[in-house]
């Protein structure tokens, strides 16, 4: 009972703590302030809490880290005393069962014992030996028969002896048995009080820990904003007549004006669902039809013509809202479309067609709302397109893929890179029967990244194979120098031993979208200590080739190196990377300068 005693002593000690811990947060950060966050446009205010958040999240990591585990260990000790205390309860249930027997068999125990107790006295009596003698006709007769009555005798008395022990025995065990029943009551009663003390101290500890993940996920919905807004700041062609191209050396011979530097390439486009533009593009030049085309992409039933619908475009970036700025039959409205070049084999002018053509009928609920004119819909002028995309709208009639009874909403953008996702692949959203998973070259399947860069469909696409973004100070390309990488590293490592450290983690030549200090490389590397990197000299890239993601990441330099989830380096990356640079897509590679 000592040890469960000085466990109670420190969970009230620890109680304590975390009493103290959250008087200060609530004192410091109230869902009061950070409600205001959001509308707020004194700077120093949000700087100010934020960075007082900041603190508390801090101080109850601190307090949480160090308990936990001991708060574990004490739960799991009340644990194994419970199940201790359930096997006393069986062995007492086992106990009763055995004196309850016992007691009947005592009964018939004791009629047997009446009757040798009788027969003892009246043998006692009887066995006399000069009665017996002068009672007997011979002496030898005598002797017998004094020595069978002494026998019996005997046999009297140790019978009356074992009955004797073993009432009281029986007395025994009912006595100890109460005992131990008293006992286990105490001790189950005392136990409880213990246990739900604990209990509470592991809630306690639970709840602080979800308020720290509940700050925590404020912090990464800003960077994920932050994140997007960088995203968008790169123009990333998401249809095939967008133009533009890749930032750095490959191809176009970019200098940065330095060497040993590193390049995060990614394969095609953030969007991999539905129509691969140039793959569909690569598909014709390969000689397949477009029902073999929109076979690859998609999976429907049949064609079937979708009747005659008006179709109302307006000015906004979604659906159902902005100002109507066009009107007209669902035909009229895809002769308008300019996705890809007039140029292009025309069995994927076809397919694309009959993609634009599904996805308009499906989206807006055949015309019940207008859709809007640019990438994030279909992107759409007034005039016709004319050449053969218009051939191609004619020469399709009203034909819309359809799956289940319904026309299927056809999602495509320009490049996948190789791969096709199917919506329930992506973050947040739900899967449909209609888009599927596979490996867009003509075998199925890829073997690497020289294998993918060869055979991939798209890769035709001037956005097959790039890295994004730039700075003019380095030639507008996207490269990093070996002591830049090595503090994308760095702010990994820190983020991952104190994750309230993430909002001073952004890059360090824009502004703070926390309104809190960024830590430069410098601080970064002391707060790090001796875990810390200066340069990096080698990056290898592990990826799953079947569905065209890395998995992870190994850095190296300074004599060690550090692995890391493909997704989280990704992510830390695109927050940390200078000016615009980011990857864009979930299957990467590295070029060395």
Same mark, same amino acid.
């Not at 895809?334 to 890809?340: A, D, G, L, M, N």
């Not at 909002?503 to 707060?527: E, F």
């Given at each position: 009972?000592?040890?469960?005693?000085?466990?109670?002593?420190?969970?009230?000690?620890?109680?304590?703590?975390?009493?103290?811990?959250?008087?200060?947060?609530?004192?410091?950060?109230?869902?009061?302030?950070?409600?205001?966050?959001?509308?707020?446009?004194?700077?120093?205010?949000?700087?100010?809490?934020?960075?007082?958040?900041?603190?508390?999240?801090?101080?109850?990591?601190?307090?949480?880290?160090?308990?936990?585990?001991?708060?574990?260990?004490?739960?799991?000790?009340?644990?194994?005393?419970?199940?201790?205390?359930?096997?006393?309860?069986?062995?007492?249930?086992?106990?009763?069962?055995?004196?309850?027997?016992?007691?009947?068999?005592?009964?018939?125990?004791?009629?047997?014992?009446?009757?040798?107790?009788?027969?003892?006295?009246?043998?006692?009596?009887?066995?006399?030996?000069?009665?017996?003698?002068?009672?007997?006709?011979?002496?030898?007769?005598?002797?017998?028969?004094?020595?069978?009555?002494?026998?019996?005798?005997?046999?009297?008395?140790?019978?009356?002896?074992?009955?004797?022990?073993?009432?009281?025995?029986?007395?025994?065990?009912?006595?100890?048995?109460?005992?131990?029943?008293?006992?286990?009551?105490?001790?189950?009663?005392?136990?409880?009080?213990?246990?739900?003390?604990?209990?509470?101290?592991?809630?306690?500890?639970?709840?602080?820990?979800?308020?720290?993940?509940?700050?925590?996920?404020?912090?990464?919905?800003?960077?994920?904003?932050?994140?997007?807004?960088?995203?968008?700041?790169?123009?990333?062609?998401?249809?095939?007549?967008?133009?533009?191209?890749?930032?750095?050396?490959?191809?176009?011979?970019?200098?940065?004006?330095?060497?040993?530097?590193?390049?995060?390439?990614?394969?095609?486009?953030?969007?991999?669902?539905?129509?691969?533009?140039?793959?569909?593009?690569?598909?014709?030049?390969?000689?397949?039809?477009?029902?073999?085309?929109?076979?690859?992409?998609?999976?429907?039933?049949?064609?079937?013509?979708?009747?005659?619908?008006?179709?109302?475009?307006?000015?906004?970036?979604?659906?159902? *809202?902005?100002?109507?700025?066009?009107?007209? $039959?669902?035909?009229? !409205?895809? %002769? =308008?479309?300019?996705?890809? /070049? +007039?140029?292009?084999?025309?069995?994927?002018?076809?397919?694309?067609?009959?993609?634009?053509?599904?996805?308009?009928?499906?989206?807006?609920?055949?015309?019940?709302?207008?859709?809007?004119?640019?990438?994030?819909?279909?992107?759409?002028?007034?005039?016709?397109?004319?050449?053969?995309?218009?051939?191609?709208?004619?020469?399709?009639?009203?034909?819309?893929?359809?799956?289940?009874?319904?026309?299927?909403?056809?999602?495509?953008?320009?490049?996948?890179?190789?791969?096709?996702? *199917?919506?329930?692949?992506?973050?947040?959203? $739900?899967?449909?029967? !209609?888009? %599927? =998973?596979?490996?867009?070259? /003509? +075998?199925?399947?890829?073997?690497?990244?020289?294998?993918?860069?060869?055979?991939?469909?798209?890769?035709?696409?001037?956005?097959?194979?790039?890295?994004?973004?730039?700075?003019?100070?380095?030639?507008?390309?996207?490269?990093?120098?070996?002591?830049?990488?090595?503090?994308?590293?760095?702010?990994?490592?820190?983020?991952?031993?104190?994750?309230?450290?993430?909002?001073?983690?952004?890059?360090?030549?824009?502004?703070?979208?926390?309104?809190?200090?960024?830590?430069?490389?410098?601080?970064?590397?002391?707060?790090?200590?001796?875990?810390?990197?200066?340069?990096?000299?080698?990056?290898?890239?592990?990826?799953?080739?079947?569905?065209?993601?890395?998995?992870?990441?190994?850095?190296?330099?300074?004599?060690?190196?550090?692995?890391?989830?493909?997704?989280?380096?990704?992510?830390?990356?695109?927050?940390?990377?200078?000016?615009?640079?980011?990857?864009?897509?979930?299957?990467?590679?590295?070029?060395?300068?």
């Amino acid at each position: 009972m000592g040890t469960m005693r000085k466990i109670i002593l420190v969970c009230m000690l620890l109680a304590g703590y975390f009493f103290a811990a959250s008087y200060v947060f609530a004192q410091e950060c109230t869902p009061e302030n950070i409600s205001k966050v959001s509308t707020s446009t004194d700077q120093d205010f949000l700087r100010a809490l934020l960075s007082k958040c900041g603190e508390s999240i801090q101080n109850m990591e601190n307090a949480v880290r160090p308990s936990r585990a001991e708060l574990d260990r004490m739960n799991k000790a009340i644990a194994a005393f419970e199940a201790r205390i359930k096997t006393i309860e069986t062995d007492v249930a086992k106990k009763s069962l055995e004196i309850a027997l016992g007691e009947k068999e005592l009964e018939a125990s004791l009629v047997l014992a009446s009757e040798r107790i009788r027969q003892f006295y009246m043998r006692s009596y009887t066995l006399n030996p000069m009665y017996l003698l002068f009672s007997s006709t011979n002496i030898g007769s005598a002797l017998r028969t004094l020595g069978y009555q002494q026998a019996a005798v005997n046999e009297d008395k140790k019978i009356i002896t074992q009955i004797a022990l073993t009432v009281k025995d029986l007395e025994d065990k009912k006595k100890l048995l109460e005992d131990e029943k008293v006992t286990l009551a105490a001790l189950k009663t005392d136990t409880d009080r213990r246990a739900a003390s604990v209990r509470a101290l592991v809630a306690q500890a639970e709840a602080y820990e979800s308020k720290v993940q509940g700050y925590i996920a404020v912090i990464s919905a800003r960077q994920q904003e932050f994140l997007a807004q960088k995203l968008a700041g790169l123009g990333i062609p998401l249809y095939a007549m967008s133009g533009g191209g890749c930032s750095s050396d490959l191809t176009n011979g970019k200098d940065p004006g330095f060497g040993g530097g590193f390049g995060f390439f990614t394969f095609g486009v953030p969007n991999r669902v539905g129509l691969n533009q140039y793959g569909a593009y690569g598909r014709a030049k390969a000689d397949q039809k477009s029902d073999q085309i929109l076979h690859a992409y998609y999976n429907f039933d049949e064609y079937k013509d979708a009747g005659d619908m008006t179709i109302r475009v307006n000015d906004s970036n979604g659906f159902n *809202s902005g100002n109507i700025i066009w009107s007209g $039959s669902l035909n009229d !409205y895809v %002769k =308008r479309i300019f996705e890809v /070049p +007039n140029d292009w084999p025309y069995e994927s002018i076809k397919a694309q067609v009959i993609a634009v053509r599904s996805y308009v009928v499906a989206a807006t609920d055949k015309g019940a709302s207008s859709i809007c004119a640019n990438q994030h819909c279909q992107v759409f002028q007034s005039n016709e397109k004319g050449g053969t995309w218009g051939q191609g709208v004619n020469d399709t009639g009203s034909q819309v893929m359809m799956k289940d009874g319904q026309s299927i909403k056809a999602f495509f953008s320009s490049t996948h890179g190789g791969y096709v996702y *199917s919506t329930g692949d992506l973050v947040g959203w $739900s899967n449909t029967s !209609y888009t %599927k =998973r596979a490996v867009d070259t /003509p +075998n199925g399947s890829v073997s690497g990244f020289s294998d993918l860069r060869s055979n991939a469909f798209d890769r035709d696409s001037p956005w097959f194979y790039c890295d994004w973004g730039g700075r003019s100070a380095y030639g507008g390309t996207a490269w990093l120098k070996p002591d830049e990488l090595a503090d994308v590293v760095n702010v990994i490592l820190l983020a991952s031993q104190d994750s309230s450290a993430q909002n001073h983690l952004v890059q360090t030549d824009k502004p703070n979208p926390d309104g809190t200090d960024t830590w430069d490389a410098g601080t970064v590397r002391s707060k790090l200590g001796s875990a810390a990197y200066n340069s990096i000299s080698d990056v290898s890239i592990n990826a799953d080739f079947g569905t065209g993601k890395v998995t992870s990441v190994t850095l190296s330099g300074d004599g060690k190196s550090d692995t890391f989830d493909g997704d989280k380096f990704k992510t830390y990356f695109n927050l940390r990377a200078p000016s615009n640079i980011q990857i864009v897509g979930p299957l990467y590679n590295v070029e060395k300068r």
